[in-house]
């Protein structure tokens, strides 16, 4: 399971969209609480 932040999640959102495409569980976080899975 992989947890990024929003600003990351945004900046590198291609390449977690892959690596969700091959199974792998990621959390976003804003301010330190999940946000999405």
């Known amino acids: 399971?992989?947890?990024v932040g929003v600003f990351e999640a945004?900046?590198?959102f291609s390449a977690?969209?892959?690596e969700a495409s091959k199974g792998?569980?990621?959390t976003v976080t804003?301010?330190?609480r999940a946000?999405?899975?």
């Open 16 to 18: 977690l969209v892959e």
């Open 30 to 32: 804003k301010n330190g």
């Open 10 to 12: 945004k900046t590198h």
């Open 35 to 37: 946000v999405a899975q």
């Open 24 to 26: 792998e569980t990621i």
């Open 1 to 3: 399971m992989k947890t």
